[in-house]
């Protein structure tokens, strides 16, 4: 069990809604012809105030969206740091909050999907990557350049990264995934960080970041388990700037892919 923000607002529900109900009835158990209260305790009224609060955005988090905020340039150019997204909940299945087991199964990863995830190696810690391996795929990375059960995913070279307003001057490149088209990043005048073969898991998710040179994924501490996964990035509704800085107008209401 993760005592994360979920952790705290499922017991800030359970508490209120507790506190608010138990004396509810209470009230309706009293003998009757004696007295009601003119007024609630005051931690009566804050409880029956907070819960629909906390318990509405306690179900919107944990089955329908939920905000995250970028803190790395891991997944530049597609997402820079300080854009903050919404990720879908639903589309990997329902999963019950702080335990995080899946009551409903209704879709899997796709090749290419954006994913946020619980770090395999401390499921404390969300990561964001992109979906290049399903169970059962053969990935190799070598001299820059991703192949899927042997055959090399197309590049396209579109010039040099002009970084805006962050880090720049890497080879920008348009990649094929069939089901998505996007654009990563690599510094073509160094060896790759990490280069291999690898076997997808059954039940596991390969991922890597856009920035193929500067991103900490699969190629080091392997697949990601399906129970890991949270949801499906799929719009940017804030982005700062940190080199201006301010509000980055041209990235709000960008759709991922």
Known sequence: MDFD????LTLATLLTGVIWGGYAMMQRLRPAGEAIPEKEPILVEYARSFFPIVLIVLLLRSFLVEPFRIPSGSMMPTLLIGDFILVNKFTYGIRLPVINTKIVGVGAPKRGDIVVFRYPKDPTVDYIKRVVGLPGDRIAYHQKQLRINGEPVKQTP?????GAGQ???EALLSEDLKDVTHDILVRKDEFSVKEGEYLVPEGHYFVMGDNRDNSNDS????AVPEANLVGRAFFIWMSWDSGKPGIAFNRLGTVLQ
């Not at 190629?219 to 392997?222: I, L, N, Q, Y």
């Open 219 to 222: 190629r080091f501490w392997g």
């Open 5 to 8: 923000f979920s952790f705290f």
């Open 167 to 169: 880090m720049g001057g």
């Open 158 to 162: 579109l010039g040099f990264y002009e």
